[in-house]
Nanobody
Framework: VQLQASGGGLAQPGGSLRLSCAASGFALRYYAIGWFRRAPGKEREEISCISESGNTNYADSVKGRFTISRDGAKDTVYPQMNNLKPEDTAVYYC???????????????????WGQGTQVTVSS
């Protein structure tokens, strides 16, 4: 059972990136998914999560700029990150766990499965 986070890279302020979270060994469509990030010297922060049924939750720091969605055909979860800011620079992790269909899991401790992280750097 593995999660793979990808799509990180370098973006300019105001730019966009789309991260991806895919799984091997289980079907992501049956899991609640969360995205977290850790910036240097800071605590891990929940940024967005999505329930099995598609309910979503966003941290105030990314609300209105990030959108999380599922692609059922590819069994992948994408956070689309727009209007990026230097303070978005961090390692981004996806996490997965089973939950009731409509539940969004907003706390890191609720997740059992974690990807390896992908670096996002926002700089001019």
């Amino acid at each position: 059972v593995q999660l793979q986070a990808s799509g990180g890279g370098l973006a300019q302020p105001g730019g966009s990136l789309r991260l991806s979270c895919a799984a091997s060994g289980f079907a992501l469509r049956y899991y609640a998914i969360g995205w977290f990030r850790r910036a240097p010297g800071k605590e891990r922060e929940e940024i967005s999560c999505i329930s099995e049924s598609g309910n979503t939750n966003y941290a105030d720091s990314v609300k209105g700029r990030f959108t999380i969605s599922r692609d059922g055909a590819k069994d992948t979860v994408y956070p689309q990150m727009n209007n990026l800011k230097p303070e978005d620079t961090a390692v981004y992790y996806c996490a997965a766990d089973r939950a009731y269909t409509d539940y969004v899991l907003t706390v890191a401790d609720e997740y059992d499965y974690w990807g390896q992280g992908t670096q996002v750097t926002v700089s001019s």
